[in-house]
């Protein structure tokens, strides 16, 4: 079983940057897909980035492309979004998620099996 709690989020204006990390227990993080979602008030939840369990595969949502990268430290059982050039539509709740998935899904919520509690990220025009 993985625990993950997210941290780093906060107010910030449009323009600048938060990093977010995701630290995690369980034996199984080194092995584990990781992923992070976001869900905006009165929004669905949605995919913002991925990263496989070697960091060798890595996925992004369109919106979020050339602003916003993932990385991860096996040794320090952490994964991090580093997110620059916010924009007020990136406002939401930010979530990190582990599973032991095919590839092919790492996009997928559904194909998460654990989930961080969540991190608040604000970004005011």
């Known amino acids: 079983q993985v625990q993950l709690v997210e941290s780093g989020g906060g107010l910030v204006q449009a323009g600048g940057s938060l990093s977010l990390s995701c630290a995690a227990s369980g034996r199984t993080f080194s092995s584990s897909n990781m992923g992070w979602f976001r869900q905006a008030p009165g929004k669905e939840r949605e995919f913002v980035a991925a990263i496989s369990w070697d960091g060798r595969s890595i996925d992004y949502a369109d919106s979020v492309k050339g602003r916003f990268t993932v990385s991860r430290d096996n040794a320090k059982n952490t994964v991090f979004l580093q997110m620059t050039s916010l924009k007020p539509e990136d406002t939401a709740v930010y979530y990190c998620?582990?599973?032991?998935?095919?590839?092919?899904?790492?996009?997928?919520?559904?194909?998460?099996?654990?989930w961080g509690q969540g991190t608040q990220v604000t970004v005011s025009s």
């Open positions: 998620a582990a599973a032991q998935m095919p590839l092919a899904t790492i996009a997928i919520s559904e194909a998460y099996h654990y």
